[in-house]
């Protein structure tokens, strides 16, 4: 699913309007129908409804949603607020159109505003601003929001939360946005609804099918995507029934110190789970028992010093490398590991300490090699390219990053973010809140290295690996529920990822 920006979503409004055909304002009526059904869907005729209108088309929705519900039998009253006396064209007809419906109903507000009272049991439908908005609300606009979210009313937002913009909220106000229930958004998700410090803002969201033109979004070309079940499993790779062990590719992992072995172990144990044909896992001598005994299906290669890794090895026989999990920074490791990275022909996976290091040692980025593929979380991307306001401001940092150096960028959390080096970036959306849990990590970058062993591509082992990672995750979920999700989990319900995708 491709996600719009603002000017995108303007037009594609405007290329349905001309190519359905039909006028803007039967548009808008379409709209107004779908967001009518979902209010009904949760709130009875009995429900005290206050709704709040702006000047431009977000208002022109919200009255006609307004309309649709006193047809309902609802008890509405709609504040149509038109200080500057230009009101949009699609408005001033919905505003005509409740005028002649209960002309009591509609209360239109030019200079003094004298707020009603909001208690609880009532609903408030805010339209004030749509995905418009490009500046911070100020003045009553912001004095009306900080009223509405001091109230006990529950607030359902048409589209976007007023005062919430639609991609870059770094220098927002953010005590002027409305704090809603329910987002009732239109057609697509927003490039802001990604992002974890919004969610306070948009509470539950629903995303309403308009119909807007399906040969518009084709020709839009979007610089951001929501990766969805049917994106990923033209990705799948065919298994022949005479494949043996050595088609199915050799993957090394390096990764584990003394008392953090269990990294070694969840990256290893993924990596084979995804179909490796071989995995070789590089760790320090004191770890070799807890390796030993925890996968026997593994390949141990141990590492000359007793507690670290220490010295980079050969890897020219090996068709995917991971090097990261649970490392630790010493100095005598981090020269181990920028060794490596220079003589290692490869793909290769980094991930945890490896990029703590490449922070510590922000000169050796310029060895990396091209296609090598990242998989910062927020505190590690940090440690790489300085504190972000925001989720969009480290975006923007992950999408530069991508193109300078000509990788692969995934920026973990809930809606993990892959940067790709044209500028492009493909959000997952499988995963749940379960899954920030120790060692999640560790097994995502065993999947995307198996993957990478077994043949595919940088991005499609990103994409796939991303996805099965968090369908697993998905599925351990609703077995077990969010908060008892340990990370082996994620590597026990792989298996169930793999055939959800292949049914």
Not at 93 to 120: C, H, Q, T
Not at 388 to 413: N, P
């Amino acid at each position: 699913m491709k996600i719009f920006t603002s000017a995108q979503i303007h037009e594609l409004d405007k290329y349905t309007i001309e190519n359905e055909p039909i006028k803007s304002i039967d548009l808008m009526e379409r709209a107004a129908r779908a967001l009518t059904r979902a209010i009904t869907d949760e709130w009875s005729s009995a429900t005290p409804v206050i709704v709040f209108a702006g000047p431009g088309n977000n208002g022109g929705d919200a009255l006609a949603v307004a309309r649709m519900l006193i047809e309902q039998n609802y008890n509405v009253t709609a504040y149509l607020f038109n200080i500057t006396s230009h009101l949009s064209d699609d408005c001033q007809a919905n505003k005509a159109r409740l005028a002649d419906k209960k002309s009591k109903a509609l209360i239109e507000v030019k200079d003094e505003f004298e707020p009603p009272r909001l208690e609880e049991g009532m609903l408030i439908i805010d339209g004030l601003f749509g995905s418009g908005l490009n500046k911070p609300l100020a003045g009553g606009f912001a004095s009306l929001v900080k009223y509405i979210n001091a109230s006990p009313a529950q607030v359902v937002s048409i589209d976007i939360p007023s005062g919430l913009m639609t991609e870059d909220n770094t220098y927002n106000i953010r005590a002027n946005i409305i704090r809603a229930d329910l987002t009732l958004t239109l057609q697509q998700k927003k490039l802001s609804f990604l992002f974890p410090e919004n969610q306070q803002f948009i509470g539950r969201l629903k995303v309403l099918d308009i119909r807007l033109s399906k040969e518009g979004v084709e020709k839009i070309d979007a610089s951001y995507t929501l990766v969805e079940e049917n994106d990923i499993r033209p990705l799948m790779k065919h298994r022949s029934p005479y494949v043996h062990k050595g088609n199915m590719g050799n993957a090394l992992i390096i990764a584990g110190s003394y008392g953090m072995g269990g990294a070694s172990v969840l990256a290893t144990k993924a990596c084979l789970r995804v179909g490796a044909g071989k995995v070789t896992a590089h760790t320090p001598k004191q770890n070799n028992v807890i390796m030993q005994i925890s996968i026997p299906e593994a390949i141990i290669q141990l590492d000359r010093d007793e507690t670290v890794f220490s010295e980079a090895v050969d890897a020219e026989d090996y068709d995917a490398l991971a090097i990261g999990p649970g490392l630790g920074t010493s100095e005598q490791t981090a020269v181990a590991v920028i060794s490596q990275l220079r003589r290692t022909q490869c793909p290769i996976v980094i991930d945890a300490d490896a990029i703590n290091i490449l922070g510590n040692h922000r000169a050796w980025m310029q060895q990396l090699p091209k296609g090598i593929i990242m998989t910062p979380h927020p505190k590690e991307f940090e440690r790489l390219e300085g504190h972000s306001a925001d989720g969009y401001e480290q975006l923007t940092k992950a999408c530069r990053l991508a193109e300078r150096l000509q990788a692969f960028v995934i920026l973990k959390g809930h809606h993990s973010a892959l940067c790709l080096p044209d500028g492009h970036v493909m959000f997952n959306s499988t995963g749940n809140a379960g899954m920030a849990t120790a060692g999640s990590g560790d097994v995502l970058t065993g999947i995307i290295t198996g993957l990478l062993a077994r043949g595919y591509k940088q991005r499609e082992a990103c994409l796939l690996g991303m996805y099965l990672h968090g369908l697993a995750g998905d599925i351990a979920a609703r077995q077990m529920g969010e908060e008892s999700l340990i990370a082996s989990d994620i590597i026990q319900y792989l298996p169930q990822a793999f055939m959800r995708l292949r049914d």
